[in-house]
Each structure stands twice: as structure tokens, then as C-alpha cells.
């Protein structure tokens, strides 16, 4: 009998858990759960016996794989999959998914919900300003892209968005206008949405040459990955530039250092984006149905290894 692992060191809601089980169990598989581990050592020792895992952001790299004996899949129960060592796996034959699409509500209703604590100046009670008619950049224009620039129409914003996959007829035909580059997109927004993976090509890509070209009172907005942030370079700037701020939902690592920018800099203390019931069902009942059709049947639609 397939085992399936869920190991997740920041747990699923409990109703999606249970849909999970239930969609493991009908299978005729077994289903083990690993939750809010703190040592790399359980997560060894769960995965010692199991054909499958279901993962949020928790780390499988080349170790967890050899410990691993039986593994054929994993599925990353969100959208980025930087957490998974994709060459270690498949150099051992193992698949690996991701469920693309299924949290992207959740994590652009958070990033307008962050938007407009930022503009209230943060609840603390001094006048601020509205999002309607401001001018919104989405940097990559993939689900969550779409979701944001969806929501942030029904606030009354003006959206511009620039992906380098994704070409602008596609961006205008969502009613978006579409920036000629990343540096215009900075240049003419009064906000600025990052929703690129981390890639060797997009870590510490958000430097301060980029972000120094944005307006006067610029807000950048980070739900993404923090890797993405050149954050030595964010900081310099943030010192010369007193208007500047930076919100995010992955807490730089110098966040000690970010904190001294007062009513300029907001981070949330654990990554929230995906963190809803809806999300967390929809992707783990996605990564359920995925690792049956695998084993089952060989379907390796949303394999990212391949
Ligand atoms: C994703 O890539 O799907 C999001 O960043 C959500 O990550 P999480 O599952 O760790 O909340």
C-alpha cells in the first residue's frame, strides 16, 4: 500500500487535512502527517518509509530524498517550488509538481488587504490616502498577477504589469496595460507588486537601481520570495530616500535593520499569503488528487522536473 506523507512545518487548515485523508484513504493509500516540525531530523525520520509528500515551503533537498528510500513524488501544495532540489530529484527518478494557481486568490487578496493598512499609515489613527486612482505595477503576470490586478481594478486603481514570459497582447487583452520593461514598469508606478519565482535570474534582482527610479512616496510590495531582494541595496536607498516604503510577506533577513525605517516598512511575522482555509484547500486537495492520478494511473500533468 502507497504511503503518502504530509509534512508541513506550517500546518494546512484542519478541513484540508481531512479532505486530504479522505482523498488518500479512498485510494487504498495510507496517509502519515508530519505538522510544525522544528528539527530537519523528524522530517528524516517521517520520510523514511513513504512512496509520496505533500510540502508547503518546507525544504527537500538531496538529504530528505536519500532518506527517502521508496519516494516517487512530491507536490508542492502552492505555487513555487524553490524549496525542492529539482536536479537531486530527478537524478533519483523522483517527480515532482506543484499546484499552480490554487492559492493566487488568497495571495492577492493580501496584497490589497496590505495596501491598504500601508496607505491608513498602518491603523494608527493619522489621516492616509486611498488606492483609487493610483497607479498599480504587477511584476509577472502569472495567477497571482491576474488575481491582483483583477481585485485592484475594483478599487479604482490604474494596473500596469510587465512579465518577461508573457507577452503584452496577452497582459492588454486582461485590460492591463502592459509596460514596455521591468524599468518602466518602476519608473511610472506609484506601487509596485513583486510576483516573480526566485530564480538564479531574479534573486537580488530588486536592487536599488530598480526601486531608486520609482515616484516620490513609492510603495513596494513583496508577496513573493525575499531572495528576490537585493536587501543591503533596499536598505541604502530606504536611508537616502525617507519616502520610499517596503511591505512584505517574507521577512527579510535584516529585518532588525528594515525595522528602524518607522511607518515605512511592515513585515509579517510568518508568510500569510496562502495561509487561508479556501487556499489551503484547494491546493492540498489538488496535491491529494495529483500523487492518486500518479501512482495510479502515470499522470505527470504540473510535473516541474521534467
Ligand atoms: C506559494 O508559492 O504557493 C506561496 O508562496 C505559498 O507558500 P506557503 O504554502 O508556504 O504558504
Known amino acids: 500500500m502507497a ?10 487548515a484542519a478541513a484540508a487535512v481531512q479532505g486530504i485523508k479522505e482523498i488518500i484513504e479512498k485510494a487504498g493509500f495510507e496517509i502519515a502527517l508530519l505538522e510544525k516540525y522544528t528539527e ?11 512512496d509520496a509528500i505533500i510540502i508547503r515551503s518546507d525544504k527537500i533537498d538531496a538529504e530528505v530524498m536519500d532518506a527517502a528510500k521508496q519516494l516517487k513524488i512530491v507536490v508542492r501544495a502552492g505555487a513555487g517550488y524553490d524549496n525542492v532540489d529539482l536536479e537531486a530529484a530527478t537524478a533519483r527518478k523522483i517527480v515532482v509538481m506543484n499546484t499552480p494557481g490554487q492559492n493566487a486568490n488568497a495571495v492577492a487578496e493580501l496584497v490589497l488587504g496590505l495596501l491598504v493598512f500601508t496607505v491608513r499609515n498602518f491603523y494608527n489613527g493619522k489621516s492616509g490616502s486611498e488606492l483609487m486612482g493610483k497607479k498599480l505595477g504587477i511584476l509577472a503576470f502569472g495567477n497571482v498577477g491576474r488575481n491582483v490586478a483583477r481585485i485592484a481594478k475594483g478599487f479604482g486603481m490604474e494596473v500596469a504589469a510587465y512579465d518577461a514570459y508573457c507577452p503584452a ?4 487583452a486582461a485590460g492591463v496595460k502592459a509596460a514596455k520593461n521591468q524599468e518602466e514598469l518602476f519608473k511610472t508606478c506609484d506601487i509596485v507588486s513583486l510576483h516573480i519565482p526566485a530564480t538564479a535570474e531574479t534573486k537580488q534582482s530588486i536592487n536599488k537601481a530598480l526601486v531608486g527610479q520609482m515616484k516620490k512616496g513609492a510603495i513596494l510590495i513583496n508577496t513573493a520570495r525575499k531572495e528576490v531582494i537585493n536587501e543591503p541595496e533596499l536598505i541604502e536607498l530606504m536611508a537616502e530616500r525617507e519616502d520610499i516604503k517596503y511591505i512584505t510577506d517574507i521577512m527579510p533577513d535584516a529585518d532588525a535593520e528594515f525595522k528602524k525605517f518607522e511607518g515605512r516598512y511592515f513585515s509579517t ?10 487556499a489551503n484547500i484547494n491546493a492540498g486537495l489538488a496535491a491529494a488528487n495529483q500523487i492518486v492520478g500518479f501512482i495510479k494511473d502515470g499522470i505527470t500533468k504540473f510535473q516541474v522536473n521534467k
Do not use: N, S
Open 40 to 50: 530537519k531530523a523528524q522530517l528524516l525520520a517521517a520520510v523514511a518509509d513513504v
Open 269 to 278: 511575522p510568518k508568510k500569510m499569503g496562502a495561509q487561508t482555509a479556501e
Open 3 to 12: 504511503k503518502v506523507l504530509i509534512a508541513t512545518e506550517k500546518p494546512f
Open 169 to 172: 497582447e496577452v497582459i492588454e
